[in-house]
C-alpha cells in the first residue's frame, strides 16, 4: 500500500467520520425541537383550557366555546362543566389560579397526562335576579369551587392536543369562615 492510497483512505476516514458526528447531532436537534414544540403546544392547550372551563362555567356560557381545547368526550364527561354549579348566579369576579407541571411530549407521543394545581378564590358574586325569591338566605353566595390537583389526560387528533378527561387526584380543603 502506497502513503497515497493511505492518505486517502485517512481522508475518506475523516469526512465519514465527521458527517456521521455532525448527522447526529443534527438528528438530535430535530428530537429537540419537536420534543419542544410538541411539550409546548400540550402546556398551552392545559393552561388556556382549564381556564376557559372555569370561565364557561362560573359564567354560564356556551359549552361549545370548549370545542376548541376539549374533545366531545371531555366535555360530555366533565362533572365541573355538566354540574350548572353556578348557572343560577351572576359572578362578577374571581381569582384563578393554575399551575401546571412541565409536560415532556415525545415526537411519536399520541397521549399525555399532566399534574396541574387549579385554585379558584375570592369568588365574588349574587344570586340572579330571578331566583332570590325562590331561594333561602344561606344560598345566596356563590358555592365554593373544588380547587386541588387534577390529572389532565390529553390526545392527539389530528395533529391537535385536546383535553379529553380531567380527574381528580386531590382537593384542597375548603377554608373555614370565622362568624
Known amino acids: 500500500m502506497t502513503s497515497k492510497s493511505v492518505r486517502r483512505n485517512r481522508l475518506k476516514w475523516f469526512f465519514k467520520k465527521h458527517l456521521i458526528i455532525y448527522g447526529a447531532i443534527f438528528l438530535f436537534l430535530i428530537f429537540v425541537f419537536?420534543?419542544?414544540?410538541?411539550s409546548t403546544s400540550?402546556?398551552?392547550?392545559?393552561?388556556?383550557?382549564?381556564?376557559?372551563r372555569a370561565s364557561v362555567v362560573m359564567n354560564d356560557a356556551d359549552v361549545g366555546e370548549l370545542s376548541y381545547?376539549?374533545?366531545?368526550?371531555?366535555?360530555?364527561?366533565?362533572?365541573?362543566?355538566?354540574?350548572?354549579k353556578?348557572?343560577?348566579?351572576?359572578?362578577?369576579?374571581?381569582t384563578y389560579v393554575l399551575s401546571p407541571q412541565l409536560p415532556i411530549c415525545l415526537?411519536?407521543?399520541?397521549?399525555?397526562?399532566?399534574?396541574?394545581?387549579?385554585?379558584i378564590t375570592?369568588?365574588?358574586?349574587?344570586?340572579?335576579?330571578?331566583?332570590?325569591?325562590?331561594?333561602d338566605a344561606t344560598t345566596r353566595v356563590p358555592p365554593d369551587w373544588?380547587?386541588?390537583?387534577?390529572?389532565?389526560?390529553?390526545?392527539?387528533?389530528?395533529?391537535v392536543w385536546k383535553i379529553d378527561r380531567?380527574?381528580?387526584?386531590?382537593?384542597y380543603p375548603k377554608a373555614e369562615e370565622n362568624d
Request: proline residues 2%; hydrophobic residues 35%; contains cysteine.
Open 166 to 171: 380531567i380527574q381528580p387526584v386531590y382537593l
Open 69 to 84: 381545547y376539549f374533545t366531545q368526550n371531555g366535555i360530555d364527561n366533565d362533572g365541573v362543566v355538566q354540574s350548572g
Open 146 to 159: 373544588d380547587s386541588g390537583e387534577y390529572d389532565v389526560y390529553l390526545v392527539n387528533q389530528d395533529g
Open 107 to 119: 415526537p411519536l407521543q399520541g397521549a399525555i397526562c399532566v399534574r396541574v394545581s387549579e385554585i
Open 122 to 135: 375570592g369568588i365574588d358574586g349574587e344570586l340572579s335576579q330571578d331566583k332570590i325569591a325562590e331561594a
Open 42 to 52: 400540550v402546556f398551552l392547550v392545559v393552561s388556556e383550557g382549564m381556564e376557559a
Open 34 to 38: 419537536i420534543t419542544a414544540s410538541k
Open 86 to 94: 353556578y348557572e343560577n348566579y351572576i359572578i362578577g369576579r374571581y
